[in-house]
């Protein structure tokens, strides 16, 4: 089973909207990280946000915030005000705690197109 | 304060030969992860080096391989390339290892013909 599952393929979003990007995860630890990185066409992975399992609250990040339902198994990402400049792949990942072995998984990733 | 560099930007070789990628982490960082990503497969973690030692290593051959020096450059070695070795390659580098602190460079591009 996939780790780390993005099924849409591409998103689109008017400048200035907020846009929700979907991530579901699994794993069998209960402590973990959440994340979500921006890369554009440069190359360059960028990180945006993260969230520990054991959080409570959501993580927020200046316009992008993390809505985590742990009982779902879901980490989207919500960018609120979209810009121009958001137009890139998201990709979510997962650190598992597994000691020795701890890696990030990444999802395949979501592209992000903002119209103006 | 520099980001992380990666040297070669693009590399184009042909299969059987070997290939070094070049990693220069953020001053002070100690821990130097490598990822593959290519658009069938995704982004997949190579290994991390940590004070010049191997401390997490993902599922790859033994083609490839890596090294951390002293003074916490990393390089990754990838002999006998194959076709779908063809990638970028990414390294990211961290203070400890903490994955919320983990900054990537821009990357190298591997093309095998």
């Known amino acids: 089973a996939q780790k780390i599952t993005q099924t849409q393929p591409g998103m689109f979003v008017q400048e200035k909207e907020a846009v929700t990007l979907d991530c579901t995860y699994d794993?069998?630890?209960?402590?973990?990280?959440l994340f979500w990185y921006k890369q554009p066409s440069s190359g360059e992975m960028i990180f945006l946000i993260y969230q520990g399992s054991y959080d409570e609250q959501n993580a927020t990040e200046g316009r992008y915030s993390l809505n985590f339902q742990k009982a779902r198994k879901s980490a989207n990402l919500v960018i609120s005000a979209s810009q121009l400049g958001d137009s890139a792949m998201y990709f979510c990942?997962?650190?598992?705690?597994?000691?020795?072995?701890?890696?990030?998984?990444f999802g395949k990733g979501i592209t992000l197109s903002v119209r103006p | 304060k520099a980001g992380v560099t990666q040297t070669p930007r693009y590399l184009i070789k042909t299969r059987g030969q070997q290939v070094t990628l070049s990693c220069s982490p953020i001053?002070?960082?100690?821990?130097v992860s490598w990822y593959q990503q290519t658009p069938g497969q995704g982004l997949q973690f190579l290994f991390e080096?940590?004070?010049?030692?191997?401390?997490n290593k993902g599922n790859f051959p033994g083609r490839f391989s890596g090294r951390q020096f002293s003074n916490s450059r990393s390089e990754m070695n990838v002999s006998t390339l194959e076709l779908g070795d063809s990638a970028l390659y990414l390294c990211?580098?961290?203070?400890?290892?903490?994955?919320?602190?983990?900054?990537f460079g821009p990357g190298t591009r591997l093309t095998v013909l």
């Open positions: 990211a580098s961290s203070m400890s290892g903490d994955y919320n602190e983990q900054f």
């Open positions: 001053s002070g960082h100690r821990s």
């Open positions: 794993t069998s630890d209960q402590s973990y990280g």
């Open positions: 990942a997962m650190r598992e705690n597994t000691g020795a072995n701890s890696k990030l998984t």
């Open positions: 080096y940590f004070s010049e030692t191997q401390r």
